[in-house]
């Protein structure tokens, strides 16, 4: 009995070290990645040093918060919470709202990097980098399955579209599109910006909303 049980515990414990290091060389690759898109797109050290610090704080909320789900699902209002929070006093420009939608891991790994992208250019030049400018973030689960999320910012005047994409276009696009399987879709306006995300998971229970 006492070897049976020390095989079980020696089987367990093999298995939870495979686990780790699966988790572990996924996380490096994707820090990898962060890393070499980063310094492609900063044209000094200081500007890749403050990029991918800030990329790397938003990986690991995401992560600490599927830690403390013991990475099982988590839902896409406490994501978003996570990742608004360095800017709740700006709480008068921010509308969120949506139904519960429970995001596996991996999809919440994603999501969380790609709401950071945005939120970074919302604080730089968009939304949150004028009084006037408000964000809204709304989410809504669709007949046919899908998650479709919608990002608006208004009141920050017309909106060109970059003269080059830089890494965080690349970012989102290779986030929702290969990662998700999903959809993007980018529209620039005469007083802001809308993206459009639309993420196969999630109940079929409310309709899609716009940006209103």
């Not at 939120?119 to 007949?143: D, F, M």
Request: charged content about 20%.
């Amino acid at each position: 009995i006492e070897i049976d049980e020390r095989k079980r515990a020696q089987a367990h414990q093999k298995l939870l070290l495979a686990e780790v290091d699966h988790r572990v060389k996924n996380m490096l690759a994707v820090v990898t990645a962060i890393a070499s898109q980063t310094a492609r797109n900063s044209d000094t050290i200081d500007t890749f040093s403050q990029n991918f610090l800030a990329r790397l704080h938003a990986l690991s909320g995401a992560h600490s918060l599927l830690t403390e789900r013991n990475w099982k699902a988590t839902s896409l209002s406490d994501l978003v919470d996570k990742v608004l929070s360095p800017y709740l006093m700006l709480d008068s420009q921010l509308d969120i709202g949506g139904p519960l939608v429970w995001l596996q891991p991996k999809a919440a790994l994603s999501v969380s990097m790609v709401m950071h992208e945005l939120l970074t250019n919302a604080a730089k030049y968009g939304a949150l980098s004028v009084p006037s400018g408000r964000l809204s973030i709304q989410w809504a689960t669709e007949a046919d399955g899908q998650t479709r999320i919608r990002w608006c910012e208004i009141g920050v005047g017309p909106v060109s579209p970059p003269s080059r994409r830089g890494f965080g276009s690349a970012m989102i696009n290779a986030s929702v599109r290969h990662e998700l399987k999903g959809q993007v879709a980018v529209k620039y306006g005469s007083d802001g910006v809308e993206v459009d995300l639309v993420i196969p998971m999630g109940p079929s229970k409310e309709s899609s909303q716009s940006c209103g």
